[in-house]
């Protein structure tokens, strides 16, 4: 498995809820940002994954979720990856309206934009060469991509023994996914202790695909406190478990953002002014 695709697994590692997000209950408020240290197997700082939320300049109601990923030290030397996505979600219903994804590992670039049609249950999905966006039929539930996917597990209120059901978007491919509370752990990262909740997403109503069908797992630490905050996150493979753990946190209203550099993309970004509804 190669370090990239690690990156890439571990921000799919939780998925978000079936029901539209009321805005108070958004995964990432306004001005919020949390950074991620990844090491896989013995290679300690592996990587780094970056989230910051901030409203669309143009459009109040409309919040702005970034996320940056790249290695780092060694394993850069090894395997250089540069990622970032940007997610445009509605405040009033906390429905996702579009996303933009550009990685490059080594010489090599991936980029596609995704437009959602909420009332006809379609998402077009543009790949970089393609002149014509290609439907994807979307399942019962409301989707998320991977980047709030990431924090949306904060908003629930799960208890050891009871499972939500769940719906994301990996690539080009929906995953309807089960989402089981398994029991309270501490963990310690350089920010202190918290008592946190563990969450294991499995594919239990459809057959299993991707990830799940080689036999991977993953498991989500969320936070006990206030703040509930994603602590940790963990993709094990039969090679070595990759590790995601949270090293600094802003919360809402205090992190200083600047203007998001734009998407190094050869696509047309998706509409954040008035993207398809």
């Given at each position: 498995?190669?370090?990239?695709?690690?990156?890439?697994?571990?921000?799919?590692?939780?998925?978000?809820?079936?029901?539209?997000?009321?805005?108070?209950?958004?995964?990432?408020?306004?001005?919020?940002?949390?950074?991620?240290?990844?090491?896989?197997?013995?290679?300690?700082?592996?990587?780094?994954?970056?989230?910051?939320?901030?409203?669309?300049?143009?459009?109040?109601?409309?919040?702005?979720?970034?996320t940056t990923t790249a290695t780092r030290g060694l394993a850069r030397m090894l395997m250089a990856f540069d990622a970032k996505a940007e997610s445009l979600y509605d405040l009033g219903t906390g429905r996702l309206l579009s996303l933009h994804e550009y990685s490059k590992a080594k010489e090599k670039e991936k980029e596609h934009s995704v437009i959602f049609d909420h009332a006809a249950r379609s998402a077009a999905y543009t790949e970089r060469g393609a002149t014509e966006p290609r439907a994807l039929p979307m399942p019962e539930g409301e989707p998320s991509d991977l980047?709030?996917?990431?924090?949306?597990?904060?908003?629930?209120?799960?208890?050891?023994?009871?499972?939500?059901?769940?719906?994301?978007?990996?690539?080009?491919?929906?995953?309807?996914?089960?989402?089981?509370?398994?029991?309270?752990?501490?963990?310690?990262?350089?920010?202190?202790?918290?008592?946190?909740?563990?969450?294991?997403?499995?594919?239990?109503?459809?057959?299993?695909?991707?990830?799940f069908k080689r036999g991977s797992s993953v498991r989500v630490w969320i936070s006990?406190?206030?703040?509930?905050?994603?602590?940790?996150?963990?993709?094990e493979f039969n090679i070595g478990t990759g590790v995601a753990t949270l090293d600094y946190y802003e919360p809402p209203g205090t992190a200083k953002l600047g203007v998001s550099a734009p998407l190094p993309a050869s696509l047309p970004a998706p509409d954040a002014k008035n993207p398809r509804p």
């Open positions: 498995m190669r370090l990239h695709t690690l990156l890439a697994l571990v921000l799919a590692a939780v998925t978000s809820s079936r029901a539209a997000v009321p805005p108070s209950s958004l995964a990432v408020q306004d001005r919020e940002h949390l950074s991620y240290r990844v090491s896989w197997a013995i290679v300690r700082g592996a990587g780094s994954i970056k989230i910051d939320a901030r409203r669309d300049p143009g459009r109040a109601d409309r919040l702005v979720v970034t980047i709030l996917a990431l924090l949306q597990t904060r908003t629930w209120n799960l208890k050891p023994g009871e499972k939500r059901d769940a719906l994301v978007l990996f690539g080009d491919d929906f995953y309807e996914l089960t989402i089981h509370a398994l029991r309270y752990e501490d963990v310690y990262t350089s920010l202190g202790q918290f008592k946190t909740l563990v969450l294991e997403p499995k594919m239990e109503k459809t057959p299993p695909k991707g990830m006990q406190d206030e703040k509930r905050l994603p602590v940790r996150f963990e993709v």
